[in-house]
């Protein structure tokens, strides 16, 4: 391949991710531009992407009419516990299914396929009825149990293939010395799993944060109910939405995911060009 050819192929990949960058940065902006606007410039037949006035109004207006703190507190309690839960449950058995092939490492697999192919309505029903057994309904223990649940599979599966890139040689070179199955996993295999644990508890975090129909169901009480179900409040008996408190209320909500993946990404990173030296 000629340099010009080269370069002009480099190029149109650079447009191509400029591209991409765009179409996803969008949505945000918008939504971030939309929040800082004054109402007589919400309703203009002609808008602009920078307020001409910004005010701080619509986020007063929002903490005004909704309880966001306690639904933020709701939400993190939530996203933080099913986050540790699953991690702490699936780095043993990702392990597992990552060394002992068989049997089980294939139906644990199945399982992830499986799972992740079932819709939200059709289990809402039954599952709704096992946690009312439970006496879990209208409690934020019972929506963590379901948050653990339906991000166990893919957390398993994602895991297991940071397993499988340990080389054995380490655990070879453990039980050697004399280390069991156990401490092997937690002295020589979890270390170098930290980037995958890290990653694999950021998804399971930003799923429950994120998530809207289980909460929805499931809680009942306002003081109990999470930070997307609140935000659905801001929609009138009608449909028609309060634009500006919804955009800054929605904006506030976006704010801890891009911020916790911005502040762990690095150290994601770090860890595993810290791996790849020491191997």
Known sequence: MSLPTSRAARAGQYLALLAYLVF???????????????????????????????????FRQAFDEQPLLQAAANSLIA???AAL?????ATPMAYVMARHRGRLASAATGWVVVSQAFPFVL???????VLKNLHL????????????????????????????????????????????????LVSVVAPLLAPGIVATGLFAFIT?????????????????QTLPVVLT?????????????????????TLPSLVLFAFIQRRITGGMTAGAVRG
């Not at 902006?29 to 109004?57: M, Q, V, Y």
């Not at 409040?233 to 909500?253: I, Q, R, S, T």
Request: proline share 7%; glycine share 6%; net charge negative.
């Open 24 to 58: 996803l940065a969008f949505p945000f902006l918008w939504l971030l531009s939309t929040a800082f606007k004054p109402a007589r410039e919400l309703g203009s037949l002609h808008p602009t992407w920078i307020p001409e006035r910004p005010t701080l109004d619509n």
């Open 79 to 81: 996203a933080v516990s």
């Open 85 to 89: 839960i699953a991690v702490v449950i």
């Open 123 to 129: 289990v809402i029903i039954p599952l709704f009825l």
């Open 137 to 184: 309904i209208n409690t934020l223990w019972g929506l963590i149990l379901v948050y653990v649940v339906w991000s166990l599979p893919f957390a398993l599966w994602m895991l297991a293939g940071y397993v499988r890139a340990v080389p054995a040689e380490l655990e070879e070179a453990a039980a050697v010395d004399g280390a069991g199955r156990v401490r092997t």
């Open 208 to 224: 429950a944060w994120n998530e809207f129909f289980f909460a929805l169901v499931l809680l009942k009480t306002p003081e109990k």
């Open 233 to 253: 409040h801001f929609l009138g008996a009608e449909g028609v939405a309060d634009l500006g408190p919804l955009a800054a209320a929605a904006f506030l909500a």
